[in-house]
Structures are given as C-alpha cells and as structure tokens.
C-alpha cells in the first residue's frame, strides 16, 4: 500500500510570495489532514476534509492559507502572501474514517512533509 | 493551542536501557495517541489508548494512563539504535473540537 506522498519536499521563497503544497492520501482514505509544524514543535492542525467537505479549519489563517481537495482526493494547500514566521513543515495525514461517535480513533498516516523556508 | 507537555524534552540512554516519557494535559480526553518521528520524516502513530483504559502494550512499548492526574507515560524497554527519534503525545479532547491535539514532543537519542 503505497503511503501519503507530498511534494515538493523542500521549498525556498521570499516573504510575500505565494507557495503551494500537494497532498496525495492512501488510496480510500476519507479524511485528509494539513498540520503545520514550526521547529522544536508538535504539529497543529490546520484543516482537516472529510471527503471533499471541510470539518475543521478553526487554526487555519484564512488570510493567507487556502486549501481545497477537489473531488475528495488529492489536495492542494495554498500560502499567499507568505511570512517570516510560515517557515516550518508542512504535514498532510490522512485515515479512512475520521471520526467515530464524535471523536478521531482512527490512526493517521502522515507523509514526508514539505520543509518551507521563507527569506 | 498545544494540550500536551512531553517530559522531558530529551533524554539520552545507553542501547539496551529502558526510555520513559511523560506527557501531561490539561482537560478530559476522549483518546491519547503516542507518534514516533525520524529526523526529517514524517510521524508514525505508535499506540491508542482510550480514557477507559489503563494501560496497553504493543511490542516492546508500554503506555499507561492516569485521566485523574491527567497524565500517560510510555515506555520503551531493550532501546535500540533505531528508536532514537522524537517522541510526541497527542490527545483527542472529550468535549469541544475533535481533534488531535499535540504536545512538544521529547527528543531521545539512544548511544551505542
């Protein structure tokens, strides 16, 4: 079973230029997760899809961050002006079912990241 | 915001040792996730242990839970090279945004 793929892995760009991410889950997996984690950190949520629907992007900066997942598939993670402080990992994760009687139990599967420099 | 603090934030032991870290939260809990992450990859999710339960193994990892000091620890026994990683602690609240929710993490490095 192939795993969680993202590109690019690395990214360098000034500040107040646009970046955008690629998230491709486990085949079959309903629900898609973008974190953001900033140095010597544990990841935060930044949105999470159920199929092709939005359950939880309260941490999200709408700002500046977009993110779609056309046709409950891939999904695309979008920062536009970016900043100094947007330097980090970005992590996309995704399960087959996210959540059960209200609650996520099912494990998440996380990609490689994409490491975001912003100058 | 972060609901978990790993402690301590690194630990360094000698192949063979046994590795404990603490996490503590702050509110009820419906679950508490344990993930491992390599440097420079992504996180693997280790163990699930629910509000009802005590104490769960997989392997050579023990996790145990206390919801009335609101805190878990896990145990890694016979360390190996390869375990050296950062550890995190993620809670899924019970009330509230159903979400899991990460702590700091605490940096292990097992020496040879």
């Known amino acids: 079973e192939a795993g969680v793929a993202q590109s690019p892995r690395y990214k360098i760009i000034e500040k107040r230029q646009s970046v955008a991410f690629w998230c491709n889950p486990i085949?079959?997996?309903?629900?898609l997760y973008w974190y953001q984690q900033i140095l010597g950190q544990g990841p935060k949520l930044l949105i999470q899809f159920q199929n092709n629907g939005v359950v939880d992007d309260s941490q999200l900066p709408k700002d500046r961050f977009s993110a779609e997942r056309l046709k409950g598939v891939d999904s695309t993670l979008k920062i536009q002006p970016a900043k100094l402080e947007d330097s980090a990992v970005y992590l996309c994760?995704?399960?087959?079912?996210?959540?059960?009687?209200?609650?996520?139990?099912?494990?998440?599967?996380f990609g490689p990241g994409t490491r975001l420099t912003v100058l | 915001s972060q609901q978990g603090e790993e402690d301590p934030q690194a630990l360094s032991i000698q192949e063979g040792e046994n590795a404990t870290m603490n996490c503590s939260y702050k509110t009820s809990i419906n679950n508490l996730q344990w993930y491992r992450q390599n440097s420079g990859r992504g996180l693997v999710h280790l163990i699930l242990?629910?509000?009802?339960?005590r104490e769960k193994h997989s392997g050579r990892l023990r996790v145990t839970l206390d919801t009335s000091k609101k805190s878990s620890s896990l145990l890694i026994t016979a360390s190996r090279a390869a375990d050296t990683a950062s550890y995190f602690c993620a809670t899924v609240e019970l009330q509230g945004a159903q979400k899991l929710v990460f702590g700091q993490g605490t940096r292990l490095t097992i020496n040879p």
């Open positions: 085949s079959g997996h309903a629900t």
């Open positions: 994760a995704s399960s087959r079912v996210g959540h059960r009687g209200g609650a996520p139990t099912d494990t998440q599967y």
């Open positions: 242990i629910r509000s009802n339960e």
